[in-house]
C-alpha cells in the first residue's frame, strides 16, 4: 500500500503531536473515556489505538454497562450447579459433561442491528459468528437455533426484514449442513425498527478435546487463517450494535458484514483437523472487533505480549488504512497460536483444505501488544487495557413511575375482557385465536430450514425442543429450548425473566432430557435510561435467583443493549436457551399425540387460576397491563422431574407445555401435531381451580403441562403424581376417528383449524417451497 492514501499515525508521532484532533466521538467513545485512554497510555493514542480502543471498550464488546450485575450467574450458585461445568462464563462459550467422556458446548448471541440494516446478511453472519465460537472452543457443531422477533406482521417493513432474516439463516445454516431444530418467532410493534435476531449454535466433543484461547509461549508463531480481510462490518460492534438507530443523528450505520457458508465449512474441518493432530495452542476466531479483538484478547488471555506485522494481513480490498484493518469485522476468519515445530503441520493442513494464511506474528515476554506497519510501530498497548480492564458503569438505575400504572390495569373487568366468547361462538373464537399472527403456524419459516442433515436430529420445531443425538452406540443426546416472555417482562422484569426461565426448563423437561446448563441473549433498550435500566438489573436478579433455584448454572451468553430508535425501546426480552442431557433419544416425548395413541387419557398436571393479564389472549384483545403469572420454581423442579421420570419410564407418549396461548393452544397443537383429535373436557377441573371454563382455557398459570397416558400406565402415573402431591386431573381422551377437537358442546373441525393456522404466515409473505 502507498504512503500516499493515508498519513501513517505511529506511536512516536503520537507522542510528539499530543493536540491533533482525534474522530473519538465519531467512533462512539465518550470523552471521558477518550480521557481515560490518554492517561493510560501517558500521551494521545494513535489512529490504530484509537480504533483498538474504540470497538474493545464499545458497549457490544466490553459490557461496560452490564458486568457489574451479571456477576450474580457467577456468585449464586452451588456447589451442585457446578459438578457437570467443565468451561464456564468468559470463554468463547460454556461447556458441560453429559457423561460417557462426552461434552456440549452452546452459546446464544445476538445480530440484531445489522439484521435490520441489511437482513440477509445481518441474520446469516450472525449464524457464522455464533458457529465459530463454538469452533474454537475444539468442538464440532451439531445445530444452531433462532429466536426471532419482528415489528407487526401486516407493516410494510416486516415484509422486508422478515423474508431476508429467514433466507439468511436458512442460507447460511442449510450450507454449513447445520440443522436448525428450534427457536421462537414473535409479532409486535416494539420491535418495527429494532427486530431481534438471535442465534444459538451447540457443538459436541470428547473432553480431552476442549480447547480454550490464549497466547502463551514466547517465540510461537500467530497466524491469520481463512478469508481475507475487506471493508465489511468496519466499527460495526463499536458504532451499529453500541448505539440506537436515531433520526436526528447522521447514519451511523457502516457495511454489515457478508458471509460465505461454504468458506466457513471448509474452516470447520480445517479446524477439526488443527485441534485433532494438536498442531495449534489455540484458536480465537474473528467477530465483533475483528483482529483488535483476537489480538488483544488472545494476548491478554496469556502470559506475555505479542507481536505482530498488519502489513502481513492479505487484503480484499488493498485501500483499507491500518485502523480499518484493525476494525474490519470481515466473516470466516480465524487468529492461531502455533509452535514453530508444529509450523510446517499447519502449513500441510491448511495447503490441504486450500485455505489462505499469513503469519502475522508471534508471542512475546513484553506484556505488551506492539503492532507494526511497514516497520512503524502503530499500536503500543498493554492488552488486558484494550480486552479486560475497560470502563465500568454504575449506571443509575429506578422503577419507572408509569410501572405501578400499568400493574394496575388488570384483564380482568377490562374493555376487552367484556368482548369474552359466548359458548355458541367459542369455537370460532378459538380458531380465529389460533390464526392470530403469535399463534399461528410458523412452518412458513421452518420449511425453509433443513432440520435433519446430518442424520442425528429426534425432535425439532413444532416440539417443547429440539433434540440431537451426540453417541451413535448408546443413543445418548442432548435438548435444547429457548423461550422469552417479554410481555410479562415489561409488565414485571424479575418475574418476567423467571417465566421465561421456568418455561425454557419446562420444555426441556417434557421431552424427557433433565435440565443442566442455561445461556442467555439480554436484549433491551439504552442502558443511558434508568427506566430501562431498571428493567434489565431486575431481569438479571431474577435469572440469577432462578438458575440458584433451579440448581442450573448460566454458563454464558450475550447482552444487546441500545434496541431502541428515537427514544422508542423494545419490550424487555431476555432470552433463555435450556440445554438437557437424555440418557437415550429414542424415548424422546413428541408433543402431540398420534394415531397408535387412540383412547390414550389425557390429564392435566399444575393449577390454573385467574392470570390472564399479559397473556396471548390479552394480546389478541389489544391489552397489555396487569400483573404476570405467578411463579413457583419450587414446583417447576418437581414437575421437570417427574415428567422426566415419566419418560424414561414409558408412562407418557406426548406431552406440551402449557404456556402462550393457554390450555386452549396447548390442547389445539397437540392435535395438530399429527393430525389427531381429541376429547376434552374440563368443567371439573375448572371447579376444582376456582375458575371460570374461559379463565381455565387461556390463563397462562405456570408449572402447567399436557400428556397423554397410555391406559397400561394410568395407575402408575396417578400414584407418581400422588406421591408427589402434584396436582393432576383427568381432562380427556385421544379420539382418531373424530378428526375434531371437541370441548364437550363446543367442537373444533381440525381441518378448519388447520387451514386458518398454516395460512396466516403465507397470507402475508407469499407461499414458499417445502422444504
Known amino acids: 500500500?502507498?504512503?500516499?492514501?493515508?498519513?501513517?499515525?505511529?506511536?512516536?508521532?503520537?507522542?510528539?503531536?499530543?493536540?491533533?484532533?482525534?474522530?473519538?466521538?465519531?467512533?462512539?467513545?465518550?470523552?471521558?473515556?477518550?480521557?481515560?485512554?490518554?492517561?493510560?497510555?501517558?500521551?494521545?493514542?494513535?489512529?490504530?489505538?484509537?480504533?483498538?480502543?474504540?470497538?474493545?471498550?464499545?458497549?457490544?464488546?466490553?459490557?461496560?454497562?452490564?458486568?457489574?450485575?451479571?456477576?450474580?450467574?457467577?456468585?449464586?450458585?452451588?456447589?451442585?450447579?457446578?459438578?457437570?461445568?467443565?468451561?464456564?462464563?468468559?470463554?468463547?462459550?460454556?461447556?458441560?459433561?453429559?457423561?460417557?467422556?462426552?461434552?456440549?458446548?452452546?452459546?446464544?448471541?445476538?445480530?440484531?442491528?445489522?439484521?435490520?440494516?441489511?437482513?440477509?446478511?445481518?441474520?446469516?453472519?450472525?449464524i457464522g459468528g455464533i458457529v465459530r465460537d463454538i469452533i474454537s472452543m475444539g468442538a464440532r457443531p451439531v445445530a444452531v437455533m433462532d429466536p426471532l422477533r419482528f415489528g407487526a406482521i401486516d407493516h410494510p417493513d416486516t415484509q422486508r426484514v422478515l423474508p431476508g432474516v429467514v433466507s439468511g439463516i436458512g442460507g447460511y445454516g442449510n450450507s454449513l449442513g447445520l440443522p436448525n431444530i428450534g427457536g421462537e418467532v414473535e409479532f409486535d410493534s416494539c420491535y418495527q425498527a429494532n427486530p431481534l435476531v438471535n442465534a444459538l449454535a451447540v457443538g459436541i466433543m470428547r473432553h480431552e478435546d476442549i480447547r480454550l484461547a490464549n497466547a502463551s509461549g514466547v517465540g510461537n508463531k500467530v497466524i491469520l487463517f481463512g478469508a481475507r480481510t475487506g471493508g465489511d462490518g468496519i466499527g460495526g460492534a463499536s458504532v451499529l450494535a453500541s448505539e440506537s438507530f436515531d433520526d436526528t443523528k447522521p447514519s451511523k450505520r457502516p457495511a454489515v458484514q457478508v458471509g460465505d457458508p461454504f468458506a466457513e465449512k471448509v474452516l470447520i474441518e480445517c479446524c477439526l483437523e488443527l485441534f485433532k493432530g494438536s498442531v495449534v495452542e489455540g484458536i480465537q476466531d474473528l467477530g465483533a472487533a475483528g483482529i483488535s479483538c483476537a489480538t488483544s484478547e488472545l494476548a491478554s488471555n496469556g502470559e506475555g505480549g505479542m507481536h505482530v506485522d498488519l502489513t502481513k494481513v492479505l487484503l480484499r480490498d488493498p485501500t483499507l488504512t491500518p485502523g480499518e484493518i484493525l476494525m474490519s469485522e470481515s466473516q470466516e476468519r480465524m487468529m492461531a497460536v502455533v509452535t514453530p515445530e508444529n509450523l510446517e503441520r499447519f502449513e500441510q493442513i491448511m495447503h490441504k483444505w486450500d485455505v489462505e494464511y499469513s503469519i502475522l506474528g508471534e508471542v512475546t515476554d513484553t506484556g505488551r501488544l506492539i503492532i507494526e506497519w511497514d516497520g512503524e510501530i502503530i499500536v503500543d498497548v498493554d492488552p488486558k487495557t484494550v480486552a479486560h480492564d475497560g470502563p465500568t458503569y454504575e449506571r443509575p438505575y429506578a422503577r419507572p413511575d408509569w410501572q405501578d400504572e400499568v400493574q394496575s390495569q388488570h384483564f380482568t373487568g377490562s374493555a376487552e375482557d367484556a368482548q369474552r366468547p359466548t359458548q355458541e361462538n367459542l369455537a370460532e373464537a378459538i380458531i380465529d385465536f389460533m390464526a392470530s399472527p403469535n399463534m399461528c403456524s410458523k412452518s412458513w419459516i421452518t420449511n425453509q430450514y433443513d432440520r435433519y442433515v446430518q442424520g442425528n436430529t429426534a425432535l425439532s420445531q413444532p416440539d417443547d425442543s429440539g433434540v440431537i443425538r451426540?453417541?451413535?452406540?448408546?443413543?445418548?443426546?442432548?435438548?435444547?429450548?429457548?423461550?422469552?416472555?417479554?410481555?410479562?417482562?415489561?409488565?414485571?422484569?424479575?418475574?418476567?425473566?423467571?417465566?421465561?426461565?421456568?418455561?425454557?426448563?419446562?420444555?426441556?423437561?417434557?421431552?424427557?432430557?433433565?435440565?443442566?446448563?442455561?445461556?442467555?441473549?439480554?436484549?433491551?433498550?439504552?442502558?443511558?435510561?434508568?427506566?430501562?435500566?431498571?428493567?434489565?438489573?431486575?431481569?438479571?436478579?431474577?435469572?440469577?435467583?432462578?438458575?440458584?433455584?433451579?440448581?442450573?448454572?448460566?454458563?454464558?451468553?450475550?447482552?444487546?443493549?441500545?434496541?431502541?430508535?428515537?427514544?422508542q425501546a423494545i419490550k424487555p426480552t431476555p432470552v433463555v436457551a435450556m440445554m438437557g442431557v437424555m440418557d437415550d433419544v429414542t424415548r424422546r416425548v413428541p408433543s402431540g399425540w398420534q394415531q397408535e395413541h387412540d383412547g390414550q387419557a389425557i390429564y392435566l398436571l399444575g393449577t390454573t387460576r385467574d392470570e390472564l393479564d399479559g397473556s396471548e389472549w390479552a394480546r389478541y384483545c389489544g391489552h397489555l397491563g396487569g400483573m404476570p403469572p405467578q411463579v413457583n420454581l419450587a414446583q417447576e423442579k418437581l414437575l421437570g422431574d417427574m415428567l422426566v421420570n415419566m419418560s424414561r419410564d414409558g408412562m407418557i407418549d406426548a406431552a406440551h407445555d402449557v404456556s402462550s396461548g393457554g390450555i386452549a393452544a396447548a390442547v389445539a397443537e397437540a392435535c395438530l401435531r399429527f393430525n389427531v383429535g381429541a376429547r376434552i373436557g374440563l368443567s371439573e377441573v375448572a371447579e376444582r381451580d376456582g375458575v371460570?371454563?374461559?379463565?381455565?382455557?387461556?390463563?397462562?398459570?405456570?408449572?402447567?403441562?399436557?400428556?397423554?397416558?397410555?391406559?397400561?400406565?394410568?395407575?402408575?402415573?396417578?400414584?407418581?403424581?400422588?406421591?408427589?402431591?402434584?396436582?393432576?386431573?383427568?381432562?380427556?381422551?385421544?379420539?382418531?376417528?373424530?378428526?375434531?377437537?371437541?370441548?364437550?358442546?363446543?367442537?373444533?373441525?381440525?381441518?378448519?383449524?388447520?387451514?386458518?393456522?398454516?395460512?396466516?404466515?403465507?397470507?402475508?409473505?407469499?407461499?414458499?417451497?417445502?422444504?
Open 692 to 771: 371460570d371454563l374461559f379463565t381455565m382455557l387461556f390463563s397462562e398459570s405456570t408449572g402447567r403441562v399436557i400428556v397423554s397416558v397410555p391406559r397400561s400406565e394410568e395407575v402408575r402415573f396417578k400414584d407418581m403424581c400422588t406421591a408427589r402431591n402434584y396436582p393432576f386431573a383427568r381432562i380427556g381422551v385421544v379420539d382418531v376417528a373424530s378428526e375434531n377437537l371437541d370441548f364437550q358442546q363446543v367442537v373444533v373441525p381440525l381441518n378448519q383449524l388447520r387451514e386458518r393456522w398454516e395460512n396466516t404466515m403465507p397470507q402475508y409473505f407469499g407461499e414458499v417451497a417445502q422444504g
Open 1 to 126: 500500500m502507498s504512503d500516499k492514501q493515508f498519513n501513517l499515525d505511529t506511536v512516536e508521532n503520537a507522542a510528539a503531536t499530543p493536540n491533533t484532533q482525534l474522530p473519538w466521538a465519531e467512533l462512539g467513545l465518550k470523552e471521558n473515556e477518550f480521557n481515560d485512554i490518554v492517561a493510560l497510555l501517558g500521551r494521545r493514542p494513535t489512529a490504530a489505538e484509537l480504533a483498538m480502543y474504540s470497538v474493545m471498550w464499545s458497549e457490544h464488546c466490553s459490557y461496560k454497562s452490564s458486568k457489574i450485575h451479571l456477576k450474580q450467574f457467577g456468585q449464586k450458585v452451588t456447589e451442585e450447579m457446578t459438578q457437570d461445568l467443565m468451561v464456564g462464563m468468559g470463554e468463547n462459550a460454556g461447556v458441560t459433561n453429559i457423561g460417557n467422556g462426552w461434552a456440549v458446548t452452546f452459546k446464544i448471541e445476538s445480530h440484531n442491528h445489522p439484521s435490520y440494516v441489511e437482513p440477509y446478511q445481518g441474520a446469516a453472519t450472525g
Open 470 to 567: 451426540v453417541d451413535e452406540q448408546t443413543g445418548a443426546g442432548v435438548a435444547l429450548a429457548t423461550d422469552s416472555s417479554p410481555r410479562f417482562s415489561y409488565l414485571d422484569p424479575y418475574t418476567g425473566s423467571q417465566i421465561a426461565l421456568a418455561e425454557a426448563y419446562r420444555n426441556v423437561c417434557t421431552v424427557g432430557a433433565r435440565p443442566v446448563a442455561v445461556s442467555d441473549c439480554l436484549n433491551f433498550g439504552s442502558p443511558e435510561d434508568p427506566d430501562i435500566m431498571w428493567q434489565f438489573v431486575e431481569s438479571v436478579r431474577g435469572l440469577a435467583d432462578g438458575c440458584q433455584e433451579l440448581g442450573v448454572p448460566v454458563t454464558g451468553g450475550n447482552v444487546s443493549l441500545y434496541n431502541q430508535t428515537s427514544g
